[in-house]
């Protein structure tokens, strides 16, 4: 029912920057957490941004700095906006939300972000 579509990434030189987008379609409540999640090759899915309803925002480190995720509560979308890209950034960020019945996942199915040197 719910589901989360994600668009934006795209290939980029380093210093470049991308905002990805995800919005969130099938529930008329906003969700607790929405949250970017970065999965490259040979690496395992790891937090880049996350965000509460509330407005309370986390980074990985590698993401502090030059990465703003923002989100719209009455859209259920969410943003991440990406400056100083590097190639270490490249993978398929993926977004993630929870629903604020029961706490449910739900995941993406991802867009590629690849960052040239």
């Known amino acids: 029912q719910v589901q989360l579509v994600e668009s934006g990434g795209g290939l980029v030189q380093a210093g470049g920057s991308l905002r990805l987008s995800c919005a969130a379609s099938?529930?008329?409540?906003?969700?607790?957490?929405m949250g970017w999640y970065r999965q490259a090759p040979g690496k395992q899915r790891e937090l880049v941004a996350g965000?509460?309803?509330?407005?309370?925002?986390n980074y990985a480190d590698s993401a502090a700095g030059r990465f703003t995720i923002s989100r719209d509560n009455a859209k259920n979308t969410v943003y991440l906006q990406m400056n100083s890209l590097k190639p270490e950034d490249t993978g398929l960020y993926l977004c993630?939300?929870?629903?604020?019945?029961?706490?449910?996942?739900?995941w993406g199915q991802g867009t590629q972000v690849t960052v040239s040197s």
């Open positions: 965000i509460t309803r509330g407005g309370n925002t």
């Open positions: 993630n939300a929870v629903h604020p019945l029961g706490g449910r996942t739900y």
């Open positions: 099938g529930s008329i409540f906003s969700f607790n957490y």
